[in-house]
């Protein structure tokens, strides 16, 4: 549902909200509801993916049961990481699907990254230690009862800073 969605985001923050119901006089007499959540200064923790957001701002919409992101933004830990993000949760089956894409710049690859990670990617990152900053894509889509997403990721090194130092092989690999 909606409120799991939302719940799994652990929000905080600053929020304009907007509802509108229009009733219709026709023989069904349903109403036709929106929503308009402006987001002001908010910060939010998802449990999938435990990276903390912050200054998070946009425009969150309902229009017929469709949520849709808008413009979403945020920094991460420091100034330099800036998130976008936008997608839709359409009801499909009785439940949502959600198709969310996300673009960063300037991610740190630091110990907040890495803990937002899933296990088996710690374990790979303990190996590889890497350290500089990225800029990736993310296109997250969750099938109306399917418990994880699918997830597709394009990373790229930001400004050659990328480095590696293999823990079984410990020589620093630069760009």
Not at 59 to 74: K, M, N, P, S, Y
């Amino acid at each position: 549902s909606a409120e799991q969605l939302v719940r799994s985001l652990r929000p905080q923050g600053v929020i304009d909200f907007k509802f509108r119901a229009d009733w219709n006089p026709s023989p069904a007499g349903k109403a036709v509801v929106t929503h308009d959540i402006r987001l002001k200064d908010c910060s939010v923790q998802c449990e999938q993916f435990p990276y903390p957001l912050r200054h998070v701002s946009g425009l969150v919409t309902q229009r017929e049961g469709v949520w849709a992101l808008h413009d979403i933004r945020g920094l991460g830990w420091n100034d330099a990481t800036v998130i976008v993000c936008r997608g839709t949760a359409t009801p499909e089956n009785g439940g949502l699907r959600t198709d969310v894409t996300i673009d960063a710049a300037g991610v740190a690859l630091d110990d907040n990254l890495k803990f937002a990670l899933p296990p088996a990617a710690q374990s790979a990152w303990n190996e590889l230690r890497p350290s500089g900053r990225v800029d990736f894509t993310a296109h997250a889509v969750c099938p109306p009862g399917q418990k994880k997403p699918t997830i597709e990721a394009t990373f790229r090194p930001r400004d050659k800073s990328v480095a590696i130092e293999p823990a079984p092989f410990p020589y620093r690999l630069d760009q």
